[in-house]
């Protein structure tokens, strides 16, 4: 049994389903992952309900905190869930959770548990609004305001993975208007993803070169590799100029995959610097501090805080 577990959290994904126990300072204690069955609905709930046994079986509390994110949308009035990678579009998992177990298990988009734990004792800490922003295999981001998760309409996070490229920097670099697998064309996740890196390579030199070789041989002093980044920076940077103008954070806190990139935030703050924009304000960035781990704390945190709130009413 862990001796201090005070909280849980799962983080439900495409490929794994990552259940952990947290003590009260919320440092990760026990970890345990196991694959996402992604054949029906009730598989996956299976699953996932052996990972919420789990971590209140290794607690020694069947009343343990437990928040579970998700790779998509929950509707906050309607329960009713929506993604593209893990069988839950239609379904009430929430309400599949409270039959089973007599209880709540808040559920947020996996973008907005990020912001929520980067802006609590993370890299966004002491920021009063931050964006956290995933850029892995897709890009999504989520919003903390004022170290909490503000009410959206639907449960909808910010999908700025699916905002649309502007149309004269395509043109400038000859770039083709890539279809998405949201079913629109051109949206910003495929061109500054960690694969987004990868294509550009690929629609740029002629060679399909993968993410982090893009970024070593440019390193290495490889120049059509480095013009590929740099074009890949341009863009990455017209996604943080939208969201600037959408949401005007003091901090964009960045995760995924693509953070993992040596000198990420100097490249980016650097080409963000020199945007002709007039006098806006540029939020600072940052990396991560909780890393993969960064989503699953903010649901322990959400937890914690939604028990306390019903103990005290
Ligand atoms: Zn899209």
Redesign the pocket.
């Given at each position: 049994m862990t001796v201090s577990a005070t909280s849980g959290a799962i983080d439900l994904g495409g490929t794994k389903i990552e259940a952990r126990l947290f003590d009260a300072g919320l440092n990760s204690l026990q970890t345990r992952r196991i694959d996402t069955p992604t054949t029906s609905y009730a598989a996956m709930m299976e699953a996932l309900c052996a990972q919420i046994d789990w971590l209140l079986e290794q607690s020694g509390q069947a009343d343990l905190p437990v928040g579970i994110c998700v790779p998509g949308v929950i509707d906050p009035e309607s329960g009713i869930a929506f993604a593209a990678n893990v069988p839950i579009t239609g379904e009430n998992p929430g309400q599949t959770l409270a039959h089973r177990y007599g209880r709540e298990f808040p559920l947020e988009n996996d973008c907005m548990a990020l912001a929520l734990s980067e802006a609590n004792g993370g890299a966004g800490e002491g920021y009063s609004s931050v964006v956290g922003l995933i850029m892995g295999t897709g890009v999504g981001a989520g919003f903390a305001l004022s170290g909490s998760i503000p009410m959206r309409h639907g449960g909808i996070a910010v999908e700025i993975?699916?905002i649309g490229m502007p149309a004269d920097i395509l043109a400038r670099h000859g770039l083709p208007v890539s279809p998405?697998?949201?079913?629109?064309k051109g949206?910003m996740?495929?061109y500054v993803a960690g694969s987004g890196l990868g294509r550009l390579s690929e629609w740029l030199t002629g060679t399909a070169v993968a993410g982090p070789e893009v970024v070593s041989r440019a390193a290495a002093g490889d120049a059509r590799m480095a013009m590929v980044l740099d074009v890949w920076t341009e863009l990455a940077v017209e996604c943080l100029l939208t969201l600037q103008l959408t949401l005007a954070p003091q901090c964009i806190v960045i995760g995924g995959g693509v953070s993992r990139m040596p000198g990420l935030v100097e490249r980016l703050q650097a080409a963000l610097a020199v945007t002709d924009f007039g006098a806006l304000r540029l939020p600072q960035l940052r990396i991560a501090e909780h890393g993969d781990s960064s989503g699953a704390r903010g649901m322990a945190l959400l937890a914690v805080a939604r028990r306390k709130m019903q103990k005290d009413i």
């Open positions: 993975g699916h998405c697998g949201c079913g629109r949206c996740e495929r």
